[in-house]
């Protein structure tokens, strides 16, 4: 199995947890982490906003991807599977990244 296919689910995970920090408040705006878009550095109120927004379609890419990755990982060359993870994942952001934004716009 191509690293590739691991580190697709690991990084939804970490972006499904960050959501999930940054709408409770835990992980404040900032620079470095997080959803950023301009939308959600705009104010805190956009930053929770737009982070708990993202956690919805973070936890569905993270579900698709992971088992994607399995099904990838098992039978004989797994390319479809293969295809579907690249794919969901990079929906997956897309739906995060229009999520937050709109949910921060409206803030």
């Known amino acids: 199995m191509s690293p590739l296919f691991v580190v697709l689910p690991i990084a939804l995970g970490i972006i499904a947890v960050g959501g999930h920090l940054g709408a409770v408040g835990i992980l404040p705006r900032n620079p470095v982490a997080g959803v950023r878009v301009p ?17 919805l379609p973070a936890v569905v890419g993270l579900l698709v991807t992971g088992a994607a990755a399995v099904f990838a990982s098992h039978g004989d060359d ?23 934004s709109r949910a921060a716009s409206r803030a």
């Open 39 to 55: 939308a959600t550095m705009r104010s805190d109120a956009a930053w929770r906003a737009g982070h708990a927004a993202s956690r």
């Open 78 to 100: 797994g390319t479809a599977a293969k295809v579907l993870e690249v794919v969901a994942a990079l929906a997956a952001l897309a739906w995060v990244l229009i999520a937050a």
